[in-house]
Every structure is written in C-alpha cells, then in structure tokens.
C-alpha cells in the first residue's frame, strides 16, 4: 500500500486574483486548451505560463522542440489576469506565482513528516512529471530538504515503472469459514488448485512458454467473528496444502496486534476469540528482464548547449548553463545556476546547488547549504 498525499498545484494550475490576494490551483487549464503558452484557445495564466516568463522554459525547446510555446500568449494572460489588476509587471506576477506553487507543494511534503513528527532534512526528495523537476529544489529549501533525486526520464517516470515493472496477476475468492487448526479441507484445496491453474494460464498468455518460473503468494481476509472489517494476512504456502496444519488464526492474531495494537490469541479451547475467513487471495508474479539503466559515455562538455538569462531567486536574470540531459554520463557534475533540460521535463539549479550523475542515470542535487 503507498501512502500518498497530494496537493493541486501542477504545470496547469490557474493563477488568478481574488480578495485577499494571488490564488494557484486547484483549479487546471488541463492539456486542452492547456495554458496560454500552448496556443490551444487558453487564456488563463497557469505555472507552465509563469515559469516560461521567467525563462525556465525554453520556448523552442519544449518537448524536444516538437512543440514550440508562445511566450506572447503567456505574457498577455499573465498582464491581463494576475499584474494589471496587483498593480505589478508581468514577471512580478510569473514570481509570486512559483513562490505560491512552491509552497502549496511543500505542505504536501509537511504532511507525511513534519506533520507525523519526523524531520524532513532526515530525506531526500525525489521528483518526477514534467514539472516536479522544476520546482523540486525550491520545494526542499521550503522545508529544509537537503537532498534531491530526479529520476532518469522523470516525465515518463510513471509509465517506464509500469512497464518494467514485474507482471503479477492477483486472484480473490469469497471464502466463509472458521479458522481452525485441523487439516485442510478438499474444497479449500481443489479452490487453491483452480487458482493456481488460473494464475500459471495468465503468466503464460503474456509471456508465452518459458522455463523460468513464475513467484506465488498466497493471502486471506480474515476477522474476528463479529467484527465488520477484515484484515489481509499473508500465510505460508503450506497452509494451502492438504493434510498440513493450518496455522492462520496464529498468524491472523499477529498481524491483528500489528495493525490495531490488540489481538485475541487462543490460549485453551475455552478461553478463545474465534477468527473467519472472508476471502481467499492467490498472487502469482514473473520477473521481466531488466535493461541497463546507465549513461552514454559522452564527455561531459558536449552536454552544454548555451546560456540563457533566467529568473530564479530574484527578479533579476541571471545567465544560467543549458545542457541537454541524454548526453549526461555517470560522474558528470554541474553547479547552479543551470537548467538541465530532455525531452518532457526541465530540472532547475538554483545558485549554489551542485549537480552529479549516479551509474543509473539519475541526477543527485546538493541543495544549496545543505549538510
């Protein structure tokens, strides 16, 4: 189970003026008509608008410069919109919305530690999308993260993780009855046999005849007769088999203790809390061949591609270094001020911030007076 918290602030999130002052989000121009930049019919000015004001996006670069953003557009909605009605310029207006964004992102990183009562410098931030990488180090000055991972590829972390990750089908049956300590019964055995026979035709149908073979778990919802709720109890393969003995209730009560602080363990055939079961799980999973992760051996130099004036911690422009990720291999280092762009997503460097290339290809960041 992952534990996740989000927050609505992304590359079309909508900057607008109420009372009381500059909103973003949750409110998104979406991909269609997208932000203003795009030239889709858009007309509200969104963080993808603001960021490329601010030269953290290369207008001709965008998606490998398949896609060429109007920078006009994104100036016209962000005058119109957001700086007009403040009384500022319109890249005021693009700055005080990254800093709004940066900070609705980092509430969301306070949530699952400051909020918990760990301390956030303890991890290392990893951001991915096209727009976490730049706004990541941003993020962990806010709340003292001194540590940033992008991921190779990160606008397509998501997908390249489902595609290498391992092929697992998962079968439940609704199975009432007792948890007891006898032998199997046929019917639960000739069940956990059809699974399995489900399981093996599934594995095959997607990988077709192979002699590795595929990983099996077995599991059941299981809960104290009376109660509402059942809780999934990973069990031991012999469990399943027939004529072994089922040791289920003792293993339901440890993680009944684990999950909830309390159990009801049997100690003597009349001092006894009886268990049931619900349902029946059966995983059966295959490992997928993995490919080699590591950087092109080109020289560092031929990564740079030029210098840009960027707005970054000020609204003064600094010449930032531009370099192509691909053509990165594994020790390069670069100092910020730098952006780092590929093909779905640009990482920004602030001033300070020191970049190195790890042996997979991701890009490790020092945040500027980090320990």
């Not at 060429?68 to 957001?82: H, P, Q």
Request: positive net charge; proline residues 5%; charged residues 25%.
């Amino acid at each position: 189970m992952m534990d996740i918290f989000e927050v609505g602030t992304g590359g079309g999130s909508i900057a607008r003026v109420e009372e009381g002052g500059l909103r973003v989000g949750p409110q998104s121009a979406g991909a269609a008509p997208g932000p203003a930049c795009y030239g889709l019919g858009g007309s509200e000015p969104t963080v993808t608008d603001a960021n490329l004001v601010l030269g953290r996006l290369g207008a001709d670069r965008f998606l490998g410069g398949e896609m060429r953003l109007d920078v006009e557009a994104a100036e016209r909605a962000l005058l119109e919109r957001v700086a007009k009605p403040l009384g500022m310029d319109a890249t005021a207006a693009a700055d005080g919305i990254l800093r709004i964004a940066a900070t609705a992102m980092s509430y969301a990183v306070k949530g699952v530690t400051t909020e918990r009562g760990l301390d956030a410098g303890d991890f290392a931030l990893v951001a991915y999308g096209g727009a976490g990488p730049l706004h990541a180090v941003e993020v962990a000055r806010e709340i003292g993260i001194r540590n940033v991972i992008i991921p190779r590829a990160p606008g397509v972390f998501s997908a390249f993780g489902m595609l290498f990750s391992d092929l697992r089908y998962d079968f439940v049956r609704t199975w009432f009855t007792r948890a007891r300590r006898r032998a199997v019964r046929p019917d639960r055995s000739a069940s956990t046999a059809s699974s399995r026979t489900q399981g093996r035709a599934a594995i095959a149908s997607s990988f077709g005849r192979s002699r590795r073979r595929s990983r099996v778990k077995r599991a059941a919802d299981m809960r104290y007769v009376g109660q509402e709720h059942a809780v999934t109890v990973d069990l031991p393969l012999k469990v399943f088999e027939r004529a072994r003995p089922r040791c289920d209730q003792a293993a339901f009560d440890a993680m009944h203790e684990l999950r909830y602080g309390t159990s009801a363990p049997r100690r003597t055939r009349r001092d006894r809390e009886p268990a049931q079961h619900r349902h029946r799980r059966h995983a059966q999973s295959r490992r997928r061949k993995r490919s080699s992760a590591g950087r092109s051996a080109h020289r560092q130099g031929s990564a740079f591609t030029g210098k840009r004036p960027v707005y970054l911690q000020r609204q003064i422009p600094v010449d930032a270094d531009l370099s192509r990720a691909p053509r990165w291999r594994a020790g390069n280092r670069i100092n910020g001020p730098a952006l780092i762009e590929e093909h779905a997503s640009t990482t920004v460097l602030l001033p300070g911030d020191r970049l190195e290339v790890d042996a997979y290809g991701n890009l490790l960041i020092k945040v500027a007076g980090g320990r």
